[in-house]
């Protein structure tokens, strides 16, 4: 069986974000989001949005789950902004997490996520938080295993000509104990800006 790991991105590796954005997306959101939003995924404009999140900076986080030589998913996290109702002050906000569909049920959604609270852990970061489409079921569950809650916080947000509304799911950054998959992993660099990278989602 070939080798999971968890790395960080590097500007070589947009092409492979841009690409599991766009595929991931169009399996799982083609019947409520607009076929101009998912043009967007890879329009110039994101594709420089995510170039230019791989090498921000500043607690900001970009990561690769892989498998051989296989890129299948990516997970980007970065301070939660202080302003947004319901933000507390020093969390982290884990932005998107993708796993290919073909690639998944294999651990990597787990690993990516448990790279990314050691990375927000790491920059200080007391706790976590995640907004979610309300039609995301496989994602919403992702998180409820790991013991995130909906926190009762929605908002909406806009993509083409539709809009959608996303909850709020606060968790701590890290690992609880004994959690099944927990892995020390040490990512460094490679970050994303939140509202870019929502922008051109």
Not at 73 to 102: K, M, S, T
Not at 103 to 125: K, P
Request: proline share 7%; glycine share 12%; aromatic share 8%.
């Amino acid at each position: 069986m070939a080798l999971a790991q968890v790395r960080a991105a590097t500007p070589d590796d947009v092409d492979e974000i841009i690409r599991i954005q766009s595929e991931t997306w169009r399996a799982a959101y083609a019947e409520w989001l607009p076929e101009a939003a998912l043009r967007q995924l890879t329009s110039p404009a994101a594709r420089q949005a995510w170039a230019e999140a791989v090498t921000a900076g500043d607690g900001h986080h970009v990561l690769l789950a892989t498998e051989g030589d296989w890129v299948v998913g990516f997970c980007a996290a970065a301070p939660a902004d202080p302003d947004e109702p319901g933000v507390a002050a020093g969390q982290g906000q884990i932005v998107a997490l993708l796993v290919e569909p073909r690639w998944g049920r294999r651990g990597h959604g787990r690993r990516l996520l448990g790279a990314a609270f050691e990375a927000l852990a790491e920059d200080g970061a007391q706790g976590g938080l995640a907004w979610l489409p309300e039609q995301d079921v496989a994602s919403r569950a992702c998180y409820d295993r790991i013991g995130w809650d909906p926190d009762g916080m929605a908002a909406r947000s806009t993509a083409g000509d539709a809009s959608c509304a996303s909850f709020g799911w606060p968790g701590r950054c890290g690992w609880t104990t004994g959690t099944p998959g927990a892995a020390p992993w040490r990512p460094t660099g490679s970050p994303t800006r939140a509202d870019e990278i929502r922008d051109s989602s």
